[in-house]
């Protein structure tokens, strides 16, 4: 069964913003992180933004950092990304996923995913 399902995605002019929402299942909760992921094409899917349920300590990708701003809400087992000044390289299919540790940014320690939604950045 899907567990977590991203929304949110769309088209924007670089410079714009997006809020990305990824409503995650109880059973999610086996785990205390939150990781997003983004995959854009003929590349390997590569770690963006994390935040723990728990304590909502957040750890941020290069790329990203001063851009985007992982949220959460508890009561909502709600994450959000805000995404604000888009790059055409920020262009890339955005995954939710369920892991142990914020620190995790391999792919392969994060069980549980989403089934993406799609963020296209215009130049």
């Known amino acids: 069964q899907v567990q977590l399902v991203e929304s949110g995605g769309g088209m924007v002019q670089a410079g714009g913003s997006l809020r990305l929402s990824c409503v995650a299942s109880r059973r999610t909760f086996l785990r205390d992180a939150m990781g997003w992921f983004r995959q854009a094409p003929g590349k390997e899917r590569e770690f963006v933004a994390s935040?723990?349920?728990?304590?909502?300590?957040?750890y941020y990708a290069d790329s990203v950092k001063g851009r985007f701003t992982v949220s959460r809400d508890n009561a909502k087992n709600t994450v959000y990304l805000q995404m604000n000044s888009l790059k055409p390289e920020d262009t890339a299919v955005y995954y939710c996923?369920?892991?142990?540790?914020?620190?995790?940014?391999?792919?392969?320690?994060?069980?549980?995913w989403g089934q993406g939604t799609q963020v296209t950045v215009s130049s």
């Open positions: 935040i723990s349920w728990a304590v909502g300590s957040t």
């Open positions: 996923a369920a892991g142990g540790s914020i620190l995790y940014v391999e792919t392969e320690k994060y069980d549980y």
